[in-house]
């Protein structure tokens, strides 16, 4: 069936609603908006029914993957199942109606919620504090080296440089740059680890900060990461932990214990939210207690003779919970009120439900479930770090490409066998990149089919690369000019073809 545009099933005349008709008196139109506001003739708009409408926006979006409906192993993502009662607790009326200017005395809930999760986000890694304001992991990484900054500064000299590791998510040297600093790019060792000689030469006193992701996007350890701690902290410099990854460390290992001073989180991966349409996700921000005085205003704070939760309430009863904004040494505001609350409540309910040996099992699940990718997958396809990977796997399809079909064209051929695509050609560092994410919630069987299908398609190429290089064949899109699809919309095309 062709799927017409929405402007396709456009008849002139058809209306999604009818009102009733007016009698009362009527005025002209340029009489209530002045003439050169007015459009010189009518919207260029679709006219169709609510109908015509409902099923042609909904049939479009089964059009999409998504985690609901599809295995979906983007690595760096951490595209897991999202638990629906996550969603109910955030449209619950007393968090979902509130609004941001009601007095914190008519909000303490949400407070309370907001504050119990700073709380746990501290226990899960290991720091003292923490900001729920950023709005994603790379806003986040904003506001941490805006801390690293004011922190140096107040020391008498904001230093002039970060290190960042050549494995690392583009958003960290851009953060970086934009906070100002000028970025030292280290290279990784041939066993997916820093190159540690490389990080020590490029160590000296100008070096606000280090930032490493670990388990770092190779999906491996940094083993040597208290010798990097010890080493940094020696020449003054702050460490910068980049949380995307911390599905695969819940409960088995925490950033402050390894001497890290400022991390984000991306609750958007780890605590499960729906995110990868471009929805709200959040980047709370976690530093050390040396760091705490600089966090962005206001800060939640509990009032000490606010008496215990279920203690009979005085007669001027005082609100528990209240906004600090007296924070001299604060770098600000990075976001307009308390952050985006509605993700933070789906983090608390997240964490609240699996308890601490739940997150435990998350990570072992998510660890397990990426190195059996990779034991069933490795004699196929190169597997560049041979080591015991953690949640991820990044193998290469160089041996394929050479056959003629690389990782584009494995990633659009998956999409045949309904699944999402892995991430490739990231990170850099590997050639033909394959980032596989399994996560803790896919099944064995699954994982089965996945790794079925990933060897049919690496014998698919040895018999016909050529094939393998037009998928993928049952989508109802073929192959598109990605980078022209996404930036050169065409929203007439139905029109003019017509
Ligand atoms: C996703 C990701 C980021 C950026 O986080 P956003 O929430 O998408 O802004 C940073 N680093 C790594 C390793 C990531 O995977």
Redesign the pocket.
Known sequence: MKDLLIFERSVPGHRGYALPVYDGPKKKLVEMVPQELLRERGADLPEVSEVDVVRHYTRLSQLNFSVDTHFYPLG??TMKYNPKVNDQMASLAGFANLHPYQPASTTQGMLQLLAELEQMLCAITGMDAFTLQPA??????LTGLLLVRAYHTQRGNPRKKVIVPDS??G??PSSARMAGYEVVTIPSAANGEVDFEAFRAALDDQVAAVML?NPS?HGIFETRILDIARLAHEKGALLYY?G??LNALLGLARPGDMGFDVVHL?P??TFSTP?GGGGP?A?PVGVKGALAPYLPAPRIVKHVNAGAANAPRPAHHEPAFALDYDRPLSIGRMRTFYGNVGILVRAHTYIRAHGAEGLRRVSRGAIINANYVKAKLRDLYDDPFPQPCMHEVVLSARRQKKQGAGARDIAKRLLDFGFHAPTVYFPLTVPEALMIEPTETESQRTLDRFIAVMRQIAEEIERDAAMLRRAPFTMPVKRVDEVKAARDLDVNYGKRNA
């Open positions: 760096s993502c994603a992991g790379a806003h986040g990484e690392a998510h958003t960290n992701t996007t980049d995307a990854n991306n958007h991966k995110h996700g980047g």
